[in-house]
């Protein structure tokens, strides 16, 4: 097969760039159109007739790939944060490979994006301040989510201060008991049953 430029141009902001490429072979010839970071597109943008050999048209589609990956990972994010974990299964679940997807993430945090650190403190008080869960319950729904469990057990640690756990017991059995402190050997094991459902 023989490769060739037909035309590039630079797309919107300049960050992406229109490549055509034409592709010969015994059966005829195709044009195929691709969307790539302007970067990876530079070498072939102001030369229509430029022979491509079959590894670098192999490489410009990878770069395609990738580029539809972090497009994909920006409208993702326009609906809201994500944690780097659910962006990357979000775009899995789109069909996008597990290598581009992990490179989405990776672009999604340098430029800053996506904070795993913010949005992990975030989750932690939501979790304690509203929900009333406790440390195990937090923990185990975190990790549900795909944060890593040192990142979490470290957040948690750090915020262990400010997080209310002791009024949240109170409240807690306030809400469901009525008091605080049981009356019997029974009302114990039913309070000390239902605080563990909610992770103390």
Same mark, same amino acid.
């Given at each position: 097969?023989?490769?060739?430029?037909? *035309?590039?141009?630079?797309?919107? =902001?300049?960050?992406?760039?229109?490549?055509?490429?034409?592709?010969?072979?015994?059966?005829?010839?195709?044009?195929?159109?691709?969307?790539?970071?302007?970067?990876?597109?530079?070498?072939?943008?102001?030369?229509?007739?430029?022979?491509?050999?079959?590894?670098?048209?192999?490489?410009?589609?990878?770069?395609?790939?990738?580029?539809?990956?972090?497009?994909?990972?920006?409208?993702?994010?326009?609906?809201?944060?994500?944690?780097?974990?659910?962006?990357?299964?979000?775009?899995?679940?789109?069909?996008?490979?597990? *290598?581009?997807?992990?490179?989405?993430?990776?672009?999604?945090?340098?430029?800053?994006?996506?904070?795993?650190?913010?949005?992990?403190?975030?989750?932690?008080?939501? =979790?304690?301040?509203?929900?009333?869960?406790?440390?195990?319950?937090?923990?185990?729904?975190?990790?549900?989510?795909?944060? =890593?469990?040192?990142?979490?057990?470290?957040?948690?640690?750090?915020?262990? *201060?400010?997080?209310?756990?002791?009024?949240?017991?109170?409240?807690?059995?306030?809400?469901?008991?009525?008091?605080?402190?049981?009356?019997?050997?029974?009302?114990?094991?039913?309070?000390?049953?239902?605080?563990?459902?909610?992770?103390?």
């Amino acid at each position: 097969m023989i490769f060739s430029v037909v *035309e590039g141009h630079a797309v919107g =902001d300049g960050e992406t760039a229109s490549l055509t490429l034409r592709c010969e072979g015994r059966y005829g010839s195709e044009e195929k159109t691709l969307l790539l970071f302007s970067e990876d597109a530079a070498p072939y943008l102001f030369s229509p007739g430029l022979m491509i050999e079959p590894e670098q048209a192999v490489a410009l589609l990878a770069a395609e790939r990738r580029c539809a990956a972090v497009r994909a990972a920006l409208r993702l994010l326009s609906y809201g944060d994500n944690s780097s974990a659910a962006l990357c299964r979000k775009l899995r679940q789109k069909g996008v490979s597990r *290598e581009d997807a992990e490179y989405a993430c990776a672009q999604m945090r340098e430029k800053g994006y996506i904070d795993d650190r913010a949005l992990l403190s975030d989750e932690i008080r939501a =979790d304690a301040c509203e929900k009333l869960w406790g440390r195990r319950r937090i923990e185990a729904s975190l990790l549900s989510k795909g944060y =890593d469990r040192a990142a979490v057990r470290e957040t948690l640690s750090l915020l262990e *201060e400010e997080l209310p756990f002791a009024e949240n017991r109170k409240k807690l059995l306030l809400r469901k008991f009525g008091k605080t402190k049981p009356q019997s050997a029974e009302e114990s094991q039913k309070m000390r049953a239902f605080l563990y459902r909610y992770g103390y």
